[in-house]
């Protein structure tokens, strides 16, 4: 069964670091570009970053400068690397094999003031 796990999210204060993980089973992490979305209460999932198969990667405007994308192609694992952290980062991340309509559960990050 190819599953995504994320795990890394927590409680962070402003201007703080986390790194947050995706482990990829099965062949999808091959196949698919991998992405990171996020959802905060009351808004719409929106894109984070995304890497390709080959090591490229996306960010939208809003997202450029404070997080990072990558992935471990020895380990089967995608990282999102996100510091100088503001209260508005505050959402629930998600993996996504890109195309797939596969998801990782979720994880929590919540950046306090």
């Known amino acids: 069964q190819v599953q995504l796990v994320e795990s890394g999210g927590g409680l962070v204060r402003a201007g703080g670091s986390l790194r947050l993980s995706c482990a990829a089973s099965?062949?999808?992490?091959?196949?698919?570009?991998m992405a990171w979305f996020r959802q905060a209460p009351g808004k719409q999932r929106e894109l984070v970053a995304s890497?390709?198969?080959?090591?490229?990667?996306t960010y939208p405007d809003a997202m450029k400068g404070r997080f990072t994308i990558s992935r471990d192609n020895t380990k089967n694992t995608v990282y999102l690397q996100m510091n100088s952290l503001k209260p508005e980062d505050t959402a629930v991340y998600y993996c996504?094999?890109?195309?797939?309509?596969?998801w990782g559960q979720g994880t929590q990050v919540t950046v306090s003031p």
């Open positions: 996504n094999a890109l195309f797939s309509g596969l």
């Open positions: 099965g062949n999808i992490f091959w196949a698919n570009g």
């Open positions: 890497i390709t198969v080959g090591g490229s990667t």
